[in-house]
């Protein structure tokens, strides 16, 4: 009698385990989208808390939670970081945000009356931006390869203001420029020590009573220096 043991087409088979699934990666396409925004987010947090002179590859990556070789993948570095947050977010003031946004009415003022409004948007606006001054503040105290970059985009507003007042008809349009490179110097600086170092000759500039002393400082000179 043979026992089942000893015939080998009897023998149960041996039990194969399956491999588990490996686990399904998200799609790299449809993550990129929000992974580039979250680290363009997270450079303009940084340069708004430590400035130009403090932003780094090292600190962007610990403050987004994601690796260092997506700013690379991505970027290129964190030169090309810079440049995507300064295309894509960076909120420049504008011509159109400095003449009120009604280009019309705009130009039914009176030169005065022009040069006036531009002057009290052109403060307004760098009040409402403590990055674009930090900015500035950087470029002049900390220049780095960093502030290099974002030298060409903060002189935009600059421009931006002499093209406004190179457009506005009047006999002296020269000294209409100069004045208004009085006032830029002027609100450039004090927005800066708003933002850094706010307690200015006699003033606290976190506070808006001390924004309106300037406002009146500012339509005293214009009503002084240019004609109806």
């Not at 003031?93 to 705009?106: K, N, R, W």
């Not at 780095?144 to 974002?150: D, R």
Request: hydrophobic letters at 40%; glycine letters at 4%.
């Amino acid at each position: 009698m043979t026992r089942e043991s000893d015939n080998p087409t009897l023998t149960k088979p041996k039990r194969t385990r399956k491999k588990a699934p490996a686990p399904r990666r998200e799609s790299t396409k449809r993550n990129r989208p929000a992974t580039e925004q979250l680290l363009i987010d997270t450079c303009e947090r940084l340069l708004v808390r430590d400035g130009p002179d403090g932003i780094g590859v090292n600190s962007v990556v610990e403050e987004a939670g994601v690796g260092k070789e997506l700013i690379y993948r991505y970027f290129g570095g964190l030169p090309g970081l810079v440049k995507a947050w300064i295309e894509r977010s960076a909120n420049w003031p504008t011509a159109e945000e400095l003449i009120g946004g009604d280009i019309s009415a705009f130009a039914e003022l009176s030169v005065k009356e022009q040069f006036r409004l531009v002057q009290h948007n052109y403060i307004a606006a760098l009040r409402e931006r403590p990055v674009i001054t930090r900015i500035m503040a950087s470029e002049l105290m900390h220049p780095s390869e960093i502030t290099v970059i974002l030298e060409d985009a903060s002189d935009r507003i600059a421009r931006e203001l002499t093209e406004i007042f190179r457009e506005i008809s009047t006999d002296h349009q020269e000294d209409l420029v100069s004045l208004a490179l009085v006032f830029y110097c002027m609100t450039n600086y004090l927005c800066m020590r708003e933002v850094s170092s706010p307690n200015c000759f006699g003033m606290d500039l976190t506070k808006n009573a001390s924004w309106k002393r300037v406002a009146k400082v500012t339509d005293m000179l214009v009503d002084r220096f240019l004609d109806e």
